[in-house]
């Protein structure tokens, strides 16, 4: 069971309370005003060390002090009005460094192209995308990491962005327009020829992450070159294609196809990459080819 008390002093440090601070707080804020010594008490911080966090948080403007006849009180101010202070301040102190580092940082090489580790970064850099793009987003997702990104792309689509979306997976909110669901082959197909959960954003038509997000390996690719935003584009556009071509024609004769041809059943499964495969449903025989 989650301990509420402790996420909530985590969230404190993450805000740059110290542990001292981020326990009086807590403390003022669930018991009410109190004197030092009770607020010790309550806190579990040391007699010695409570009225020095103390003095800091009112310094902040976190707590407040007050002399009445029986002594000093402390308070703590409200939670919201709080963060809304840190949130304010938090912002302004990104658009100084925005500001600052926008005149010194030189122009990214078109041609640049790194790569994030890990599933956090990798989605960051899908996510950078989406909140960036002002024309077009296009995207082949996995249900996951749709999952993960579709309020921003809600986001983006309200302010006025194209989106272009195929889907491995079935469930999408209705806000995101027109879906191309990637029904023409089985995900695990091609996931097992890919040895890997790729996806593809391209914003614009001037930047794409590409990258996967299995539990084994997350990473993320990112680029505004040219040539390699157009080859991500056209891998989505292509399977675009196929998704209506499937609807039009069924997804029984695109697989008989593919699966009665022994140079498209290599390549549809990888088997010209990975060797012989295990045998698929549907797959014809060798002795049928």
């Known amino acids: 069971m989650v301990d509420q008390a402790e996420v909530a002093l ?49 310094a902040q403007g976190a707590a407040y002090r007050v002399e009445e006849g029986e002594g000093v009180f402390y308070g703590a101010v409200p939670q919201e009005e709080l963060l809304a202070r840190l949130e304010a301040e938090a912002r302004e102190r990104f658009a100084r460094a925005r500001e600052s580092l926008s005149r010194l940082a030189p122009e990214r090489p078109v041609e640049a192209i790194w790569r994030v580790r890990g ?20 995207l082949s997702l996995w249900q996951n990491q749709l999952d993960t990104l579709q309020d921003a792309l809600k986001k ?8 272009r979306l195929v889907l491995f997976g079935e469930r999408v909110d209705p806000a995101l327009g027109k879906v191309y669901y990637h029904h023409f082959v089985d995900p ?6 890919l040895r890997a959960r790729l996806f593809v954003v391209v914003r614009d038509h001037e930047e794409a992450v590409v990258g996967n997000l299995t539990e084994g390996e ?8 040219p040539a390699l935003v157009l080859v991500a584009e056209e891998y989505v556009r292509h399977d675009v294609v196929l998704a209506e071509m499937t609807l039009a024609y069924g997804v029984d004769k695109l697989t008989r196809l593919w699966t009665s041809r022994e140079d498209l059943r290599r390549m549809v499964t990888g088997e010209e990459v990975h060797g012989p495969a295990r045998a698929l449903p549907g797959d014809v025989p060798d002795t049928a080819l």
């Open 188 to 193: 695990k197909v091609v996931e097992g020829r």
């Open 218 to 225: 997350a990473w993320a690719v990112r680029t505004r070159d």
């Open 119 to 138: 599933a956090p970064r990798a989605l960051a850099e899908a996510k950078a995308l989406v909140d960036q793009a002002q024309r077009a987003l296009t």
């Open 156 to 163: 983006a689509r309200s302010r006025g962005v194209a989106l």
């Open 10 to 58: 985590q969230d404190l440090r993450a805000l740059g309370f110290s542990p001292y601070e981020a326990r009086v707080y807590l403390a003022l804020l669930r018991g009410g005003r109190a004197k030092g010594y009770e607020v010790a008490k309550r806190s579990g911080v040391p007699r010695s060390m409570v009225y020095q966090a103390l003095e800091r948080l009112v």
